[in-house]
């Protein structure tokens, strides 16, 4: 009976080996299966990774492609252009520096006399344009469109509205009106080459006094319509006060530090660009 006993015992010992040892592989498989499936996800990862990178890379090529065209087709045209104007042909022969065509009172009629001072110039869209929005407000655009009612129909008009600028004193603002867009703000881009003037800066507060120019050295008021604009000098690391349109021409000029106060429609954006172009020309006719 004890035989038995101990026969039994060992084959239900036995039993419950092999059910372990059937789990333990069970076991293994599915951690095998795991780690295989986690290699592949790695894989793929790796593979999209590698993949984004190449069409990052292929955007960041094809942009310096288009940038190098671009300076290559300036550079043509300069290089083709013909001056039609007495003042251009001064340019050409050097006879004349951009202080002193400001300072002599030159008008400037051809956008390439710019380009040929300054080449690096920034440019810069004003959003001008918009229509109303849903809930109130009003959805800016970069050109204005307007609309003229004729027999034969509606005639349909784009303006746009851009500044030009080096950040370093010399600032202009210019209007163009086409039928598309990109030849609107082609003409206002061109037309602010033409109404470039200096921009006086200095530092007028009278709590920074580091006599850098940051900011501008005095008040200066303009007005164009009912809008009236006050532009007040500040001490270094105020920043910009003004709207995020407005701060494009102030950037584009070389403020660093300034407060405005306006009056007036300041909603039409025309007026309200126009009376700080006005503050900032009035700098120049203050004698210190």
Same mark, same amino acid.
């Given at each position: 009976?004890?035989?038995?006993?101990?026969?039994?015992?060992?084959?239900?010992?036995?039993? #419950?080996?092999?059910?372990? %040892?059937? /789990?333990?592989? $069970?076991?293994? /498989?599915?951690?095998?299966?795991?780690?295989?499936?986690?290699?592949?996800?790695?894989?793929?990862?790796?593979?999209?990774?590698?993949?984004?990178?190449?069409? &990052?890379?292929?955007?960041?090529? +094809?942009?310096?492609?288009?940038? %190098?065209?671009?300076?290559? /087709?300036?550079?043509? $045209? +300069?290089?083709?252009?013909?001056?039609?104007?007495?003042?251009?042909?001064?340019?050409?022969?050097?006879?004349?520096?951009? +202080?002193?065509?400001?300072?002599?009172?030159?008008?400037?009629?051809?956008?390439?006399?710019?380009?040929?001072?300054?080449?690096? !110039?920034? &440019?810069?869209?004003?959003?001008?344009?918009?229509?109303?929005?849903?809930?109130?407000?009003?959805?800016?655009?970069?050109?204005?469109? =307007?609309?003229?009612?004729?027999k034969s129909g509606r005639r349909i008009n784009l303006?746009? @509205?851009?500044?030009?600028?080096?950040?370093?004193?010399?600032?202009?603002?210019?209007f163009g009106r086409a039928l598309t867009n990109k #030849?609107?703000?082609?003409?206002? @881009?061109?037309?602010?080459?033409?109404? !470039?003037?200096?921009?006086?800066?200095?530092?007028?507060?009278?709590?920074?006094?580091?006599?850098? &120019?940051?900011?501008?050295?005095?008040?200066?008021?303009?007005?164009?319509?009912?809008?009236?604009?006050?532009? @007040?000098?500040?001490? %270094?690391?105020?920043? !910009?006060?003004?709207?995020?349109?407005?701060?494009?021409?102030?950037?584009?000029?070389?403020?660093?530090?300034?407060?405005?106060?306006?009056?007036?429609? =300041?909603?039409?954006?025309?007026n309200f660009v126009y009376a700080v172009e006005n503050?900032? /020309?009035?700098?120049?006719? @203050? %004698?210190?």
């Amino acid at each position: 009976m004890q035989k038995n006993k101990e026969e039994g015992e060992s084959k239900i010992v036995r039993g #419950e080996s092999s059910e372990t %040892k059937k /789990k333990s592989k $069970e076991k293994k /498989k599915e951690q095998e299966l795991e780690t295989s499936e986690n290699q592949e996800e790695e894989k793929i990862e790796e593979r999209v990774g590698e993949n984004q990178e190449k069409v &990052e890379e292929a955007k960041i090529e +094809e942009k310096k492609e288009f940038k %190098k065209i671009e300076k290559q /087709k300036k550079i043509s $045209e +300069e290089e083709s252009w013909v001056p039609k104007t007495k003042l251009g042909n001064l340019v050409v022969e050097k006879k004349l520096t951009l +202080e002193d065509i400001f300072k002599f009172g030159y008008k400037i009629k051809e956008s390439e006399i710019v380009d040929s001072f300054i080449p690096d !110039l920034e &440019e810069e869209v004003i959003y001008i344009g918009g229509s109303p929005g849903k809930g109130g407000g009003i959805q800016r655009r970069a050109a204005r469109r =307007t609309v003229r009612i004729h027999k034969s129909g509606r005639r349909i008009n784009l303006s746009a @509205m851009a500044v030009v600028g080096n950040k370093n004193g010399y600032l202009g603002i210019g209007f163009g009106r086409a039928l598309t867009n990109k #030849e609107a703000i082609k003409k206002a @881009m061109r037309n602010a080459r033409i109404n !470039l003037f200096p921009v006086r800066r200095g530092c007028g507060s009278a709590e920074c006094k580091c006599g850098e &120019e940051h900011s501008i050295p005095f008040v200066t008021v303009g007005k164009t319509g009912s809008v009236l604009i006050k532009l @007040m000098p500040t001490p %270094k690391g105020v920043g !910009l006060c003004a709207p995020n349109e407005i701060k494009k021409i102030f950037r584009l000029a070389g403020i660093r530090d300034i407060r405005i106060r306006s009056r007036g429609q =300041t909603g039409t954006r025309l007026n309200f660009v126009y009376a700080v172009e006005n503050a900032l /020309k009035n700098l120049n006719k @203050m %004698k210190l």
